[in-house]
């Protein structure tokens, strides 16, 4: 009952407020031309169990009964029930965001408890109600590196997710501040010997991802070291939070911006997602967005508040921190119901389950003649791989057998043409894993 459009009484009693004398006059500065005379072409009307079959046929055509070992920034894991039972709620799911403060003690708790759960994970002292996603997190703290350095160059590792650079980019392209890329090794890692004095003089930041675009694990604390030895900052991006489950939290940065997609939240199409952006606490006036804090009433009962807000919507657009970001409280809630549903151990375990399916993923790949292992370092669920033919025409196969193959790399890599990045989950069965290699086999083996 929560979503019934209004009565008729209501909607005169509101038109009569605005001074309108009906919903026409509303829309009064809408062109005729742009405005709808025929009702929308749906079909209908239709019965309940009609919609039901109708919407059930749709999801049919979304491939579904398909595996997918495409990743890149997007990951499917497993979700409980309880976490949408929950988020699902009309408190939650209705309420936007803590504008009265004081009365919004249910929505400051749950951003309390995210913003430390956050801190927890990534090894930082501080971290905010959350932003849009990690692209936008990303870029956040580049531009919070900017302010507190007061430099304008930023070097970006060729590593971090492609997309990322491109919102990057395009952020930066007007605030003055220059990016430029630095490359990777053989190993799949960011080129360290690229990181000379001459070449981090007055940068405001070195920018990395970890686990990177390739699925490599960076070595943060000497990247840490040799930006700090040139006085400029460490950004840390993270698009597949669940690494931290047993991968070593990026305490030698000074900023991490971290995609929380992977923490309970489903894929989507693509969004809406969560970004997440934590610092050391001495940076903590320049981070962007909402803080919440706790504190006691006088009364001494426990409480929170709205500690810190420099957004555009509560001070001047002058002197805010930032005017492209805001928390995802939904996304944001949901992130926390998960993590506190696992816990410590159960983040491990899921960590671990994606690890040794990745392992034995790629072992069973390399089988197959004329497929090899490209980067070396460590990885979490994700690796690259080199094939003999297009990986294109390969994924074009391989939909004929109700497979999403991996990510073709040359699109954003040139070098990398018939390169591939798998990935590997703990939603993907064994046999499905079998599957795909004995799938690949056969279409290597079919003359083009």
Do not use: W
């Not at 079909?43 to 039901?52: F, K, V």
């Not at 803590?98 to 990534?122: D, H, K, N, R, W």
């Not at 395009?170 to 430029?180: K, M, Q, S, V, Y």
């Not at 930041?205 to 840490?224: D, H, K, T, Y």
């Amino acid at each position: 009952m929560r979503y019934l459009p209004k009565s008729p009484s209501e909607r005169q009693e509101m038109l009569a407020a605005t001074g309108a004398r009906s919903i026409e006059d509303l829309f009064q500065s809408v062109p005729e031309q742009f405005r709808l005379r025929e009702p929308l072409p749906l079909p209908g009307p239709l019965s309940e169990m009609e919609i039901i079959r109708y919407f059930e046929a749709r999801a049919a055509e979304n491939a579904r009964d398909y595996t997918s070992f495409l990743g890149a920034g997007v990951y499917a894991h497993l979700r409980s029930v309880v976490t949408d039972a929950l988020t699902g709620r009309g408190e939650f799911l209705t309420s936007y965001t803590p504008y009265q403060a004081e009365l919004s003690q249910g929505t400051l708790t749950a951003i309390f408890e995210f913003q430390t759960l956050m801190c927890q994970l990534t090894g930082q002292e501080v971290a905010n109600a959350s932003m849009y996603d990690g692209s936008t997190a990303l870029t956040e703290a580049v531009l919070m590196a900017a302010r507190i350095t007061s430099r304008r160059r930023v070097l970006v590792a060729r590593s971090v997710h492609p997309e990322y650079h491109q919102v990057l980019r395009t952020c930066t392209r007007h605030a003055g501040i220059e990016i430029e890329e630095i490359g990777y090794t053989g190993a799949g890692q960011l080129d360290r010997a690229a990181l000379t004095k001459e070449k981090l003089a007055d940068v405001a930041a070195v920018a990395i991802q970890s686990p990177n675009f390739f699925g490599v694990i960076e070595e943060v604390p000497a990247l840490a070291e040799a930006a700090h030895a040139a006085g400029a900052l460490l950004v840390a991006g993270i698009a597949e939070a669940v690494s931290l489950g047993i991968v070593r939290p990026p305490a030698e940065a000074d900023i991490v911006a971290m995609e929380g997609q992977s923490l309970g939240l489903p894929m989507s199409y693509g969004g809406p997602y969560l970004g997440v952006i934590a610092t050391r606490q001495k940076f903590v006036r320049q981070m962007p967005g909402r803080l919440a804090g706790q504190t006691t009433d006088a009364q001494g009962r426990r409480g929170f508040v709205l500690t810190l807000a420099t957004r555009e919507q509560h001070i001047r657009r002058e002197k805010a921190t930032s005017n492209i970001c805001t928390n995802e409280a939904l996304c944001a809630l949901a992130a926390t119901i998960h993590l506190c549903l696992l816990g410590k151990e159960g983040l491990r375990e899921l960590a671990l389950q994606n690890l040794a399916k990745a392992q034995f993923a790629r072992a069973e790949l390399e089988k197959i003649p004329g497929v090899r292992h490209v980067f070396a370092s460590p990885s979490f669920n994700e690796f690259v791989l080199a094939f003999p033919r297009s990986v294109k025409l390969i994924n074009a196969a391989l939909l004929g057998e109700k497979i999403i193959g991996p990510l073709a790399l040359g699109t954003h890599y040139p070098e990398l043409t018939k390169h591939a990045l798998v990935c590997v989950t703990e939603m993907t069965p064994r046999e499905e894993i079998e599957r795909l290699a004995a799938a690949i086999r056969r279409i290597l083996a079919t003359p083009v």
